[in-house]
């Protein structure tokens, strides 16, 4: 690719993908250097931060599989992060909530790559929960990854179709 060609493509949104990893990191950083292993410290009603590790997937599934799935879902995040690389680069240079999503999903991936890489497991610290219910205790690639398929679902389900729609309904009137 030229040097053109990438600046202009929604590759140039990359930036906010690296603030997702710095942010993901410094507060892993902060987790490991400050809390004790499975001891909560409460934050307010219905908050702690809690010091775990995630060997597997989410929910921690597949944890207990003897390692081989550190490097599965290493080399499957890779691969999901090359399809959201070549989505943007296919993308007009723009920001809205289709290629911050993708920043978003593709920011929390790569975070949980480098844990898993080079920790062999996945740091998470936030414990939400509700009386004795506690959600998965998770990180802020996490969160990232979440909130960025939810807003690739809203464009993809709900704006699209929308403007889909509009334009759709101004042939008609022409």
Known sequence: MSGNKITSTALTTLWITLLVIVFDQLTKFWAVSNLTFAEPV???PYLNWTLAYNYGAAFSFLA???GWQRWFFAGLALVVSS???????KL??????EVLGINLVLGGAIGNV?????E???TD???FYIGTW???????????ITIGAGLLLLSELILKPRQENKVKQADLVE
């Open 64 to 66: 207990d599989m003897g």
């Open 92 to 97: 007009p240079k723009a920001l809205n909530i």
């Open 134 to 144: 506690h959600y998965a205790t998770f990180n802020v690639a996490d969160m990232a």
């Open 114 to 118: 480098i844990d898993r890489v080079l």
């Open 125 to 127: 610290f936030i414990d």
């Open 42 to 44: 409460t934050v307010m």
């Open 83 to 89: 399809v959201l690389m070549v989505w943007l680069a």
């Open 120 to 122: 062999g497991r996945v």
